[in-house]
């Protein structure tokens, strides 16, 4: 069973939210508070494969609760769902480890949308196996392990949240070659993905403070202006 748990505070918005995505064959558990989810999550035996998250709640908000839930797992998907249009609100939830974020108001294909895409990608990390001679991609410092679906540096891990992993796995399997955001865009979150290429750039910059020395002077993840980025092997 596809389950998703929702987080948000408005009764209304919470119903609808979970009578569209029951249609469709998701189980959802609702929460009205970042507290009572955090509590229903630590308790939950099944697993949950998506928390949609409201940012704006009384207590603890929906910031707090995505870095909650990311500590607790990498393998859940996070979308935030905020009313607000600060460029800043969609910054902070996706370097705080969320996937996606969807602005309200939405309407429920948009919703569906963006559920659907990150459940295949939850599934496909959650499921995915390679060939054993095909295990491990060396590049330099780093080994990255297809199967075990890790990243280290120096023999240290480095832990990623799954869209981390999948877009390192594309810079690996296609060291030093320019890949533009779309094509990022497009082999991440999919062809069909509603939102902006900007969602590139702040995972791109949230990978560089998980595995630069110095973030703000990478030598492995470069940008290429005009063009994209690349992963440096020299």
Same mark, same amino acid.
């Given at each position: 069973?596809?389950?998703?748990?929702?987080?948000?505070?408005?009764?209304?918005?919470?119903?609808?939210?979970?009578?569209?995505?029951?249609?469709?064959?998701?189980?959802?558990?609702?929460?009205?508070?970042?507290?009572?989810?955090?509590?229903?999550?630590?308790?939950?035996?099944?697993?949950?494969?998506?928390? =949609?998250?409201?940012?704006?709640?009384?207590?603890?908000?929906?910031?707090?609760?995505?870095? &909650? @839930?990311? /500590? *607790?797992?990498? +393998?859940?998907?996070?979308?935030?769902?905020?009313?607000?249009?600060?460029?800043?609100?969609?910054?902070?939830? =996706?370097?705080?480890?969320?996937?996606?974020?969807?602005?309200?108001?939405?309407?429920?294909? &948009? @919703?569906? /949308? *963006?559920?659907? +895409?990150?459940?295949?990608?939850?599934?496909?990390?959650n499921s995915a196996t390679s060939p054993s001679n095909n295990d491990e991609i060396k590049l330099g410092e780093f080994t990255l392990n297809v199967r075990r679906r890790t990243l280290s540096k120096r023999d240290q891990n480095i832990e990623l949240t799954q869209v981390e992993f999948q877009i390192v796995e594309y810079f690996f399997t296609n060291p030093d070659t320019v890949l533009e955001r779309t094509d990022i865009l497009n082999k991440v979150w999919g062809?069909?993905?509603?939102?902006?290429?900007?969602?590139?750039?702040?995972?791109?910059?949230?990978?560089?403070?998980?595995?630069?020395?110095?973030?703000?002077?990478?030598?492995?993840?470069?940008?290429?202006?005009?063009?994209?980025?690349?992963?440096?092997?020299?």
């Open positions: 069973m596809k389950r998703i748990l929702i987080v948000e505070d408005e009764v209304a918005i919470r119903e609808f939210e979970a009578i569209n995505l029951n249609r469709v064959g998701y189980a959802t558990v609702e929460a009205g508070s970042g507290e009572e989810a955090l509590d229903i999550f630590d308790n939950d035996s099944q697993g949950f494969d998506i928390a =949609l998250l409201d940012i704006s709640m009384p207590g603890m908000d929906g910031f707090a609760l995505c870095k &909650e @839930l990311r /500590a *607790r797992s990498k +393998s859940l998907g996070i979308i935030m769902l905020t009313a607000r249009t600060q460029e800043m609100d969609k910054i902070s939830g =996706l370097m705080l480890g969320a996937d996606d974020y969807i602005t309200k108001p939405f309407n429920p294909t &948009e @919703l569906l /949308a *963006r559920v659907d +895409s990150l459940y295949r990608r939850v599934e496909y990390n062809s069909a993905y509603f939102g902006e290429e900007k969602i590139v750039d702040v995972n791109i910059r949230r990978l560089r403070m998980k595995i630069e020395d110095e973030p703000s002077n990478p030598k492995h993840l470069v940008t290429v202006w005009g063009m994209g980025y690349k992963w440096k092997t020299e």
